[in-house]
């Protein structure tokens, strides 16, 4: 039997965490449209009740926060590689802040602009979901859950490419398997939705950038929820010009 090393057995475990998230998601893709037959009435049934019961949400939860866990538990990575242990908070912290408010303003100034063109776009569904009582939460469930599932996928990387060129390897391949992904690609040609995934990968690259100065996935987690609550308030506050009929998600 093959022995692996290291740093190839948690690489393999990590194109098979992203191999399952491009398969399950081109599936669940192809099977959106309703379909005949028996086949058919079974998916609605399930797409219905899972509608019923968030199982969706429960899933992507799981993917992202059980993954980690799991490699975590199994010995393929430590929390060392994850960004959980050997921290220097007092260093990570100055350069988070730094950090934090350069991005901020460069994120303020480029969302400013989209917000003056706003009444010529469909609205951005992911800010009237941003708005008070429950956007602070949403925002911060988000940012836990791609902020664990991209320090779980730059991991190898670290050991096998170096902290800095591995960051941005592991930032390359997460691009790579949004591409991959049907609906990001749909998305991508939809405007009001591409907006979500434009800001999605703005933060992708300004967290990667924090973690190569810091090799803190806290700091991470809070770089990336202050700044996408920061762009999606901004947004809203623009789309509050807006008739209320037009400020419906799209489908």
Known sequence: MISLSYPTRLLCAILAYLAAYVVVSNVAWVLRKPLSGRLGEVIEWARLWGRRLWLGDVARTAYYLLGPYWVLRQGWASPLDLGLADLDWIRGLGIAVALGLSSAALLWLLWRQYTRQIEERPPMPQALRAQPPWGSALALREAILLE???????????????????????LAL?????????????ELAEP??????????????MTATLYVFTHNLWLCIALHFALRLLVLRIVGQGMQRLPVADQQPAA
């Open 174 to 186: 997460v691009f790579l398997a949004g591409w991959l992904n049907a609906r990001t690609r749909y």
């Open 148 to 170: 664990s599932g991209w320090a779980l996928i730059r991991s190898p990387f670290l050991l096998l490419a170096g902290p800095y060129f591995g960051v941005y390897a592991a």
């Open 192 to 205: 009001g939705l591409r907006e979500g995934i434009i800001l999605t990968a703005q933060l992708a690259v």
